[in-house]
């Protein structure tokens, strides 16, 4: 048809009629260039363009990044449809582009390697380590006249790492040589929900006027293999019905209709499915996430949130993808996903799993130099957010800065990440990622350790002010005063907070150069008097190591385990849980100063 046309257009035999054919056709194919001339020439030339026409014509404009020009065709279309709900919308928020363009992007995305061909793959449904998707690489079929490229089917790959197997066509009796469309499985995995031609035990159907529709079936899992296709009972030769997503639980049905009695030209709607496999009647999703446009391409992530591509709502170009949290359906809570997600291009069949935060986009953004536009596979990260983390050290007594003191940084799981000394002004900095727990060290001479928590909510700056007490706080005419030394449960091994506080004690140590300790480490009396003989000595062991490792001569410390032999508290076998933690201590006696 376009050759056809385009002949007229070069003849001189072209008309308003000829220029809308050919916009229709270059939009449907995404020429962007090529849509965005006729549909300017057409609605410059009648005055009966459709609403349809002016939005179309917007879209071409930004997919094109003729932003300004974009905004003046909507202008134009809201003052000639002002009671269409896309002209409301845009009235409400006229600046929306500017949003999109300039808000800092949340999510990455990067083309999915193999899973690309050079003809159109689109529709990523991962499920048990699989992906399924939707492919025109089946040379073996005949080629469809619209792109010139093989009819679709639907392929498989195995998740290996961070790539994937290659992909083979999915096994059974979904594919046909007719196309077929994106899926969705049931939770316990043997139910595949997907989207084919209408074509049913070798017979392809039409509408009445000669259209040939989608329709949505199911397929069994049996030995490993897709077989006993049915239809829905929902489906109709007279509409399309395809697109499916599921809920997490498998109970309700999402997919996409041009049935009557919708909004525009595709709307969402949703079914039960009952116990027994049988469905309730559609329910349209309504009019505040349905427009007079196209919303299909449906999808369910784990928390309920609801996915979907529109060329209705308020976008880039073409079909944006939007989201909406379960429970909620007024037209204010549908946002869309902004870039990189969403392009001045077709961008649909959006997936994503929340907790390995990762998923799949589709999108024809990277084919624009081409006549037909060809869809591929992108895959979907979320951007790290990251925390400058800003340490301030100080004297608690007086507030003086304490240059020199060694600021230690550990994650939740006590490992180290990072160390640094605070300069002349007593400060230091870190960049580290962020929404994540970290736990602060800070040693310094003459001052006892300090230390310092930073939540998952810190934002992405943060400034932490330590306190530091001087060193003589911890000295008593007997013993050097120190926070419980923990180890791991039942075994020698200091932890890092037993470390920390170990590392006070070595700072009194190295001040105080004379100084001799002695350590007694004590059980409680849970377990039998052997064991805890033998465990409280291999802790006073570990104890007396760890402060010869950190420079302190073997001569000036030694230690001794003595069970549970000498309680703080004598409780005997009636003791609390806080008079066992009381009990099982070490003490650092002071043999010589």
């Not at 009557?260 to 469905?279: C, E, H, I, Q, R």
């Not at 013993?479 to 020698?492: C, M, R």
Request: net charge negative; charged share 25%.
């Amino acid at each position: 048809a376009i050759e056809d046309y385009e002949k007229l257009v070069s003849k001189g035999k072209d008309d308003a009629y000829v220029h809308m054919r050919l916009a229709e056709a270059y939009y449907n194919i995404y020429n962007s260039q090529n849509a965005e001339k006729y549909y300017g020439m057409y609605i410059a030339e009648v005055d009966t363009a459709t609403a349809e026409a002016h939005v179309r014509y917007a879209e071409m404009l930004k997919a094109n990044q003729k932003y300004d020009q974009s905004n003046q065709a909507m202008d134009a279309f809201a003052n000639k449809y002002p009671q269409d709900v896309r002209a409301r919308e845009y009235r409400n928020n006229p600046n929306y582009l500017d949003g999109l363009l300039n808000t800092e992007t949340k999510y990455t995305t990067t083309v999915a390697g193999n899973l690309n061909t050079g003809n159109s793959d689109f529709g990523v449904y991962e499920k048990d380590e699989k992906v399924y998707f939707v492919s025109a690489r089946n040379e073996a079929r005949k080629n469809y006249g619209w792109n010139k490229q093989p009819t679709l089917d639907i392929y498989v790959a195995d998740k290996v790492a961070d790539d994937f197997s290659k992909a083979t066509l999915l096994p059974g009796e979904v594919n046909t040589k007719y196309h077929e469309g994106t899926i969705a499985i049931s939770p316990d995995g043997n139910t595949m929900y997907f989207t084919r031609n209408d074509y049913t035990d070798g017979d392809y159907e039409k509408s009445s006027n000669g259209i040939g529709q989608l329709k949505l079936y199911t397929a069994k899992l049996v030995e490993g293999v897709w077989d006993d296709v049915q239809e829905v009972p929902f489906n109709n030769s007279e509409y399309s019905t395809g697109h499916p997503a599921l809920s997490p639980d498998g109970n309700t049905l999402y997919f996409s209709s041009d049935m009557p009695g919708g909004f525009g030209m595709s709307d969402l709607y949703k079914v039960t499915v009952n116990a027994d496999g049988t469905f309730s009647e559609p329910v349209n999703l309504g009019g505040d996430i349905n427009t007079p446009g196209k919303e299909s391409f449906p999808f369910i992530d784990q928390e309920g949130t609801l996915y979907f591509s529109s060329d209705g709502h308020l976008g880039l170009g073409g079909l944006d993808i939007f989201a909406i949290d379960e429970g909620k359906t007024s037209l204010a809570d549908v946002t869309n996903m902004g870039q990189p997600i969403n392009s001045t291009a077709d961008d649909f069949a959006f997936s994503y799993d929340r907790t390995a935060k990762m998923g799949y986009v589709s999108s024809n953004r990277g084919s624009k130099d081409v006549l037909v536009a060809n869809d591929e596979i992108y895959r979907v990260g979320e951007v790290e957010p990251e925390l400058h983390l800003i340490v301030k050290v100080i004297n608690s007594e007086n507030g003086a800065l304490i240059a020199n003191a060694d600021v230690d940084v550990y994650n939740d799981a006590g490992m180290k990440l990072a160390g640094k000394q605070t300069n002349a002004s007593g400060l230091t900095d870190f960049n580290l990622p962020g929404k994540k727990k970290y736990e602060l060290q800070v040693n310094a001479e003459e001052y006892e350790s300090g230390s310092a928590s930073v939540e998952e909510d810190a934002g992405e700056e943060l400034t932490v002010v330590v306190e530091l007490d001087p060193i003589e706080r911890m000295i008593t005419k007997e013993e050097v005063i120190l926070n419980p030394i923990l180890f791991e449960f039942d075994k020698a091994t200091i932890t890092p907070e037993g470390a920390m506080e170990l590392d006070r004690l070595v700072a009194v140590m190295k001040k105080h150069e004379n100084m001799v300790i002695f350590v007694r480490s004590h059980t409680d009396n849970r377990g039998s008097d052997t064991y805890n003989l033998d465990l409280s000595e291999r802790r006073a062991q570990s104890t007396v190591q760890y402060v010869i490792s950190k420079g302190i001569d073997e001569s000036r410390i030694s230690g001794q385990g003595f069970g549970e032999n000498d309680p703080k508290i004598k409780c005997g076998s009636n003791c609390t849980e806080e008079e066992h933690q009381t009990n099982r201590r070490s003490e650092f006696k002071i043999v010589k100063r």
